[in-house]
Structure formats: structure tokens, C-alpha cells
């Protein structure tokens, strides 16, 4: 009996040691210790394989005072499995208390207290106006732009780049994007205009990292920058952002999204078109929350929704004086979608999921 129990008790040794090491190499995601700075949370990511399927399976909001999961990825501007392809070793998760990110649930009530609300064009257009254009003659003026996507980033790029020549560079995207500028940051970091689509927080890090550099470099504590960012009513945004999918390069999506398209009913596929509620509705969480950190001493942020854009561009040619106002000219293309396989129309349902995206919308809208 004695040797029996022993015995028993040998295995359990054994077997208690083989299980910690286990742990220790196999650490479930979200077991794994906490890290602090996004940029820490971005390498992790890149070096996690089960992180987004972790996400992906996870996704809750119940927690009042945790970031969901799903922001993780937000954060990044990582929303599709194909743009985690990379991901190779596992490494460090995240503590959510150290991003000070803004739960939804709480969203509104502390956005606004701590921080001053952007100038929204529509809200307050003429000082929208003075302000850019004080920007654009001012020599110790930058502006940035928040180029999210299907918001007509590509006008507010082209008509900036006419105006301050040799500005143009790629402003795409997301972890691609922030990679570059943090290898050559003087690249971005001194030209008048600069263009960016990044999340809020990607973009926080490029403007605290550029009047770093431009305090270094001159010593002038009298730098100032101007942030612009657009933005769009959520369902058409939305439905402009299924068209995209759908049309252009139906070829290279994934096999969900791919069918989902072909057949072109909510019906058929509702677990794939909610991901895109789903999307847009972390475009504008984004968007609202990560002013605060965009906002900052010498840093006004600016919003404008894409219905005003023509006629901001107007209203600045009125005010600049030449040679700044010759290099504004009208923008007569018109983007049209291809609807080659879906014409896609977004249900009640749908409609109803983009609730929080609208309310965002209309706050941006009236600036408050």
C-alpha cells in the first residue's frame, strides 16, 4: 500500500512538471502577463499565430471597465484574418487598464469632460476655414490628415498635394503604414502636409513623435499643427464599404466574404454582413474616442463629414490669397462603385446595428 501511494504520488510529480512547462510554452492568450505601451501591444500582435482567432471567438462587451478584445485589433487597424497572415511566435498580451481606451458603455460620459471637442466644419465653418488656411501660411505650421477610409481622403489628399508640392506619399495603411514612418520619421515628419490612414492612436503616436522632432531640431516652441479628419454618415459608409468588398477584387477575398457576396442577401450570409456592422461601428468608436489623444498643446483637430468637403475647398480658395489660391482647383470625378456582382441594401437589422455608429456621427456632426 505504501509503495502504491508512492508511486501515485511520483507520477503526480511528473506529471504536475510537465503540465507547468506546458503552460509556460503553450500560455493561453489571455493568461499571458500584461504589457503597457501600444507599441509593445503592436509586436505582440505581430508575433502572436492564436491572438486573432482568440479575438475573434471572444468578442464580449460585458466587462464595464476592460477593453473588448476585438479593440485590440481595432487599435492596430488589423480587421481581417488575411492582414494577420504574418503573425508567427506568441509573446505578451495586454493589462486594457494601461491604453486608457474608453469602454462603449462609457464612451460619451468621458469623452469631453478631460478633453476639448474638435471644430467641426459643419458646426463652425468659418472657423474651420481661418484655421486651415492660418496653417497653410504659417511656415511653423503642419498639417496632418486622418484618412479613413471611404470618407473621400482621396480629394482632401489631392488637393493638398497641389498646394504643397512634393508632399505626396503613400498614406496606406494601418500597421504598414506606422511601420514605415517609425523606421524614417523625419521623411513624414517635415513636410507641410502629411496623410495617414491609421487608427486614432497610430496617429496620436505620429503627431507626439513629429513636434518632438520638430521641437529638437529648431527649438522653437512656437510649432503648431493642425489635424483634419473626415468622416461619413454610417450607412452609407457602410454600404460603400460592401460595395468595395464586393466589386473590386472579388477574386482575392476570403471564401466567406466571397460567397456571402455572390449571393448578395443578408439572409443567406448574416454572420458575414454583421462583421461589417461590426467594422464600421469601431471606425467611428475610434474616431470619437482617440481625440483626446490626438489633442494636445499646439495640436487643433479639425473634422469635416465628406457631404462638405467640395464646399470647404471653396470657402478656402475664397480666403487664401495667391499662389495658394490658383492651386485649388474643383474636384469634377465622381468615385463611382461598380456593382458588377452585388447591389447590396442594407435591412432594418442592419440599420438598427449601426445605432451607435449614428449617435458618434451626429456628436462629430454638431461637434460635441
Not at 460620459?109 to 481661418?130: H, L, W
Not at 508640392?165 to 504598414?176: L, V
Not at 480658395?317 to 463611382?336: A, E, G, T
Request: hydrophobic residues 30%; glycine residues 4%; proline residues 4%.
Amino acid at each position: 500500500m505504501g509503495r502504491k501511494f508512492l508511486s501515485t504520488c511520483a507520477y503526480m510529480v511528473v506529471f504536475c512538471s510537465i503540465v507547468k512547462i506546458s503552460s509556460l510554452l503553450y500560455k493561453p492568450v489571455h493568461e499571458i502577463e500584461p504589457i503597457e505601451s501600444v507599441e509593445e501591444i503592436s509586436n505582440a500582435l505581430m508575433a502572436n499565430p492564436e491572438l486573432p482567432e482568440y479575438i475573434e471567438n471572444h468578442e464580449s462587451s460585458d466587462e464595464k471597465n476592460l477593453l473588448n478584445e476585438s479593440d485590440v485589433l481595432e487599435n492596430l487597424g488589423i480587421e481581417t484574418k488575411s492582414q494577420v497572415s504574418k503573425i508567427k511566435n506568441i509573446v505578451n498580451y495586454k493589462n486594457p487598464k494601461e491604453m486608457k481606451i474608453l469602454h462603449e458603455t462609457k464612451l460619451f460620459d468621458n469623452v469631453g469632460e478631460t478633453t476639448k471637442m474638435p471644430i467641426n466644419y459643419f458646426a463652425k465653418p468659418e472657423k474651420f476655414v481661418q484655421n486651415v488656411s492660418d496653417c497653410v501660411t504659417d511656415k511653423n505650421c503642419y498639417i496632418y490628415y486622418h484618412h479613413v477610409g471611404k470618407t473621400g481622403g482621396t480629394s482632401i489628399e489631392n488637393q493638398f498635394w497641389r498646394l504643397f508640392p512634393g508632399t505626396k506619399q503613400k498614406s496606406c495603411c494601418f500597421q504598414t503604414m506606422l511601420e514605415r514612418f517609425r523606421k524614417n520619421p523625419e521623411k513624414y515628419c517635415f513636410k507641410k502636409f502629411s496623410s495617414y490612414q491609421l487608427m486614432g492612436y497610430g496617429l496620436a503616436e505620429v503627431i507626439e513623435k513629429c513636434m518632438e522632432l520638430h521641437y529638437k531640431k529648431t527649438g522653437n516652441k512656437n510649432t503648431k499643427a493642425i489635424v483634419i479628419s473626415t468622416f461619413r454618415e454610417p450607412i452609407a459608409k457602410t454600404l460603400s464599404s460592401i460595395h468595395q468588398v464586393c466589386n473590386k477584387n472579388l477574386g482575392q477575398r476570403g471564401d466567406p466574404r466571397k460567397n456571402a457576396c455572390k449571393n448578395c442577401d443578408y439572409d443567406k450570409d448574416p454572420e458575414v454582413w454583421n462583421q461589417f456592422l461590426k467594422e464600421s461601428t469601431r471606425v467611428y468608436k475610434s474616431l470619437y474616442r482617440d481625440i483626446s489623444h490626438m489633442d494636445r498643446d499646439g495640436v487643433e483637430v479639425l473634422t469635416i463629414d465628406l457631404v462638405d468637403i467640395t464646399n470647404f475647398f471653396e470657402q478656402l480658395k475664397k480666403k487664401l490669397l495667391d499662389p495658394f489660391s490658383k492651386k485649388i482647383i474643383p474636384d469634377k470625378r465622381s468615385n463611382k462603385e461598380s456593382l458588377e456582382y452585388c447591389n447590396f441594401k442594407l435591412n432594418s437589422a442592419m440599420i438598427k446595428g449601426l445605432g451607435l455608429a449614428e449617435e458618434i456621427y451626429r456628436r462629430l456632426s454638431l461637434g460635441a
